[in-house]
């Protein structure tokens, strides 16, 4: 059966959901929900102004920490706001970089949560279905390579490395300069990248390349907000681009202990021999195990059989065991 021009698939698992954007069968797009995190743009909560230790404007939402965009003029700390929330908590090396929230209201009904996100579905469209077993391939082969932020392309490879302040790209070897920046505008687009990116082209005689490149650039970035400067004669590239959510590198490189932990609760559902479940896994993801109890109860229920989870330094990737009673 042949596809619309465009479509939209969803994965939905134990504690994420997973959503596929396909155009003329290729995969163009990924993107990531989990249950950890946090606040989502578009959410709406009243919260209480504060101040956090370098004395910036923050709210509290639930167990999560917001900077405010602005402080609201003559508003004291403690005061009831009715904020929305703009960009989600995005893992960065060594931290996690906190949600950003604006005001809308400077009163609010009530403290805690008033209006939720919208789901991917809402932001993306209807979805066809779950994913196929050609986009989950596609999906699984993407995703390792977001783990490494290596990707080859002719004459050599894209490096990807997330810094606090950028992304840095470098491309080295000795690869077309226009094929490169296209390779960088899909990988742009398909994990979601935002916030500032600096490229780094192999450097060649003349301007001829850097002009080919950077229209190369902008063409498969059609459609897509962004700005960015010229290639100088250095061969840097800068571009920025709205950042409201983690990034499928972000997710990939960042969130491993959480990609761990969420692989074994789908593997436990998975599993069809009979017996209770153990769910191996290395003791910093046997922690994050235990720590959802939420989740693994919900496994646990749709599983139909007790789920238990064992620590174990020697467990590698960790796997799924069936003990009987």
Same mark, same amino acid.
């Given at each position: 059966?042949?596809?619309?021009?465009?479509?939209?698939?969803?994965? %939905?698992?134990?504690? =994420?959901?997973?959503?596929?954007?396909? =155009?003329?069968?290729?995969?163009? =797009?990924?993107?990531?929900?989990?249950?950890?995190?946090?606040?989502?743009?578009?959410? %709406?909560?009243?919260?209480?102004?504060?101040?956090?230790?370098?004395?910036?404007?923050?709210?509290?939402?639930?167990? &999560?920490?917001?900077?405010?965009?602005?402080?609201?003029? #003559?508003?004291?700390?403690?005061? /009831? /706001?009715?904020?929305?929330?703009? %960009?989600?908590? $995005?893992?960065?090396?060594?931290?996690?970089?906190?949600?950003?929230?604006?005001?809308?209201?400077? &009163?609010?009904? *009530?403290?805690?949560?008033?209006?939720?996100?919208?789901? +991917?579905?809402? *932001?993306?469209?209807?979805?066809?279905?779950?994913?196929?077993?050609?986009?989950?391939?596609?999906?699984?082969? =993407?995703?390792?390579?977001?783990?490494?932020?290596?990707?080859?392309?002719?004459? #050599?490879?894209?490096?990807?490395?997330?810094?606090?302040?950028? /992304?840095?790209?470098?491309?080295?070897?000795?690869?077309?300069?226009?094929?490169?920046?296209?390779? $960088?505008?899909?990988?742009? %687009?398909?994990?979601?990248?935002? #916030?500032?990116?600096?490229?780094?082209?192999?450097?060649?005689p003349g301007r001829a390349w850097r002009l080919a490149a950077a229209r190369a650039f902008d063409a498969a970035?059609?459609?897509?907000?962004?700005?960015?400067?010229? $290639?100088?004669?250095?061969? +840097? +590239?800068?571009?920025?681009?709205?950042? *409201?959510?983690? &990034? $499928? +590198?972000?997710?990939?490189?960042?969130?491993?202990?959480?990609?761990?932990?969420?692989?074994?609760?789908?593997?436990?559902?998975?599993?069809?021999?009979?017996?209770?479940?153990?769910?191996?896994?290395?003791?910093?993801?046997?922690?994050?195990?235990?720590?959802?109890?939420? /989740?693994?109860?919900?496994?646990?229920?749709?599983?139909?059989?007790?789920?238990?989870v064992v620590a174990d330094p020697l467990a590698g990737e960790g796997h799924v065991e069936v003990r009987m009673?």
């Open positions: 059966m042949t596809r619309p021009a465009r479509t939209l698939f969803l994965d %939905r698992r134990p504690g =994420e959901v997973r959503a596929a954007v396909v =155009e003329g069968g290729r995969l163009v =797009e990924m993107h990531l929900e989990r249950a950890s995190d946090g606040p989502r743009p578009g959410a %709406r909560w009243g919260a209480r102004l504060d101040r956090d230790p370098w004395g910036r404007p923050v709210v509290r939402l639930g167990a &999560s920490l917001a900077l405010l965009d602005a402080r609201p003029d #003559g508003v004291p700390d403690g005061a /009831l /706001l009715e904020v929305e929330v703009v %960009r989600q908590a $995005i893992p960065e090396p060594g931290r996690q970089r906190p949600a950003r929230a604006r005001v809308v209201g400077r &009163s609010a009904e *009530r403290e805690g949560e008033l209006k939720t996100a919208p789901t +991917l579905e809402a *932001r993306l469209g209807p979805a066809e279905g779950p994913f196929p077993a050609d986009v989950a391939a596609a999906w699984a082969e =993407e995703w390792a390579l977001a783990e490494t932020g290596r990707v080859a392309i002719a004459g #050599g490879e894209l490096r990807f490395s997330p810094t606090p302040a950028f /992304l840095a790209v470098d491309v080295d070897g000795w690869p077309d300069p226009v094929a490169a920046a296209q390779a $960088i505008a899909r990988r742009l %687009r398909l994990w979601g990248v935002g #916030g500032g990116i600096a490229v780094d082209f192999p450097t060649r970035m059609a459609g897509l907000a962004f700005e960015r400067t010229g $290639i100088n004669g250095f061969g +840097l +590239l800068q571009v920025v681009r709205p950042r *409201r959510y983690p &990034s $499928i +590198l972000d997710r990939a490189l960042l969130e491993r202990t959480w990609t761990a932990a969420l692989g074994l609760l789908d593997q436990a559902l998975r599993e069809p021999r009979p017996g209770r479940l153990a769910l191996v896994a290395r003791p910093e993801v046997a922690a994050c195990l235990k720590a959802a109890s939420t /989740l693994l109860t919900q496994v646990a229920r749709q599983a139909g059989r007790p789920v238990e009673a």
